[in-house]
């Protein structure tokens, strides 16, 4: 009935130079760390989570990762991605980067404990949750509304939630929340989902769950004794209210890339790469959900890591 | 039937060699109306295994009146890690899941002496001059909330002013209710101040001044 996760910073030493550092522990990061390992280069990974696997770990199954006929728990991918490139040498520290120097020859990651310095850079810092910006969301904020189905979804035992969202993330999380919560409505802008058609048939088998389509919420209207949600219908273009005991928000993702305006290319927030996944910096390299790119999944990220890391690895030996 | 696999274990003594200095885990239980005590207690024996410095000493929690009030415990499960002395880091339910990487963080903090904090860090700690005390709801499921833990724990061992408690929420209803939790990490602060989410450092320092 319980597992136990066992997943500890390393100490690493910032008085050397590394052949390659890591920016983020997601699987892009982790299957970089994996390849540069096995290349032997001196590999550091810096996660500011205490926990290694970025969005992996609060997914709870993977259905569409290659290898696992049978669904594979989110968290326990990450720990084996996270297990696998440990044991060939990657080291991970558990701190929070907050400013970088990608010009020169070395460049430099700087957290609050440390300057670490390395001959190239991968960022695999991945995305964040989008939030609805609309009146009530950042006020209720961890008191009703959540952008994490894993971590508080047990806070809604036979009770009534709204899912806002229309991809895979939203309707899969449904699915998570709907163990625990007696009756989910999920609210989209537009009359079709852009989830997989699997998870759409799923979704839309689950009794507790009622599709709510063409439809917007306005404000997220919570006080201490009344949680409602006021949508408006872009068909009807009507306003409605709906009763709700707290809303999950599941509408795409922001990339973490404030670190690097002003040093990098970016388009629209995300890195611009060429196809070998090198940044408009030399010695500066960029994978997964955190660079331009039409499909962000595990399968994508870890083919981005792995390529990475081979340019790297190709870039120090020249 | 272990509640530790052998895999988990294998992990554990391989994190654990690092320690230094002996670590001793009191647990607070009792037999009865107690949603985890029985597993809390199997999982510390079954952990007291895997290293030599590491010792578990088991306090009754309705009849050890005087170890109770001496740590402040006032819930159960609870486990309090001491080192060379008391300071002040707890949990308070089972440490399972993602958790139980913030038990180990906190055993090898007091074992070792080896912490995160900045040098801003330390120095608003060194110039508290009021009681602190931080809560941390989590869930086990939660990836985000071993961080918002083991910082609290952090500054629990550097300063002599701060307490910290790990707070599972489904074992202890009462207080996510009391104090209005509906998601985690939530860090409380004293008594009406909290911040949400694993946020960095400067942030708790932040909301602990606004606190006192």
Not at chain 2, 168 to 186: A, C, D, M
């Amino acid at each position: 009935m319980f597992d136990f996760n066992v997943s500890l910073s390393a100490n690493a030493d910032s008085s050397q130079i590394y052949d390659t550092i890591i920016i983020g522990g997601g699987p892009a990061g982790l299957s970089a760390g994996l390849y540069a390992a096995r290349y032997k280069l001196k590999t550091l990974m810096i996660e500011k989570a205490a926990i290694t696997g970025g969005q992996l770990t609060s997914t709870e199954w993977v259905e569409n990762y290659p290898g696992f006929p049978e669904p594979v728990l989110g968290k326990k991918l990450a720990k084996d991605m996270e297990d696998q490139a440990r044991f060939f040498g990657l080291e991970i520290i558990n701190e929070d980067v907050s400013k970088v120097n990608l010009d020169g020859e070395i460049k430099e990651i700087i957290t609050s404990l440390n300057t670490w310095k390395a001959r190239t850079v991968l960022i695999a810092t991945g995305s964040s949750p989008k939030t609805l910006d609309v009146p009530g969301e950042k006020e209720f904020s961890g008191r009703g509304v959540s952008y994490c189905a894993t971590c508080d979804g047990p806070f809604y035992p036979d009770k009534t939630v709204a899912v806002v969202g229309g991809g895979n993330s939203a309707l899969e999380e449904s699915l998570f929340i709907a163990k625990y919560a007696s009756k989910i409505y999920i609210i989209h802008r537009r009359d079709s989902f852009r989830a997989d058609p699997i998870v759409i048939d799923r979704v839309k088998a689950e009794s507790k769950i009622e599709l709510i389509t063409d439809t917007i919420v306005k404000e997220i209207a919570f006080d201490a004794s009344i949680r409602k949600l006021i949508l408006h219908n872009k068909k009807s273009a009507q306003d409605s209210s709906l009763d709700v005991d707290g809303v999950f928000v599941f509408i795409g993702a922001n990339p973490n890339t404030a670190l690097f305006k002003g040093q990098l290319d970016m388009q629209d927030g995300y890195i611009v790469t060429d196809r070998e996944h090198q940044t408009s910096v030399k010695g500066v390299w960029a994978a997964g959900d955190v660079q331009v790119k039409s499909l962000r999944q595990v399968a994508t990220a870890v083919g981005d890591g792995a390529l990475a890391a081979y340019k790297i690895h190709k870039y120090l030996d020249s | 039937m272990p509640i530790l696999d052998e895999k988990v274990i294998a992990e554990v003594k391989k994190a654990l060699e690092h320690m230094k200095n002996p670590v001793t885990l009191k647990l607070f239980t009792q037999s009865f109306e107690c949603g985890y005590c029985k597993e809390t207690h199997q999982l510390l024996e079954e952990l007291i295994t895997t290293n030599d410095l590491l010792k578990l000493e088991v306090h009754q929690f309705e009849s050890d009146k005087e170890a109770v009030e001496r740590l402040g415990i006032d819930k159960i499960p609870a486990i309090a890690i001491l080192g060379e002395k008391d300071y002040g880091i707890r949990f308070y339910g089972i440490p399972a899941g993602y958790e139980f990487s913030s038990l180990l963080s906190a055993i090898l903090m007091v074992s070792t002496g080896l912490h995160k904090l900045s040098d801003e860090g330390k120095k608003f700690l060194d110039s508290l001059n009021k009681p602190v005390h931080l809560q941390v709801f989590v869930t086990p499921t939660c990836p985000y909330c071993p961080q918002a833990v083991i910082l609290a724990h952090q500054m629990a061992y550097y300063s002599d002013k701060v307490k910290a408690d790990m707070v599972e929420v489904s074992e202890f209803p009462h207080l996510t209710q009391k104090y209005s939790v509906q998601g985690v990490p939530r860090t409380t602060i004293n008594e009406d101040w909290y911040q949400e989410g694993a946020a960095p450092e400067h942030m708790i320092i932040e909301k602990i001044k606004e606190a006192l």
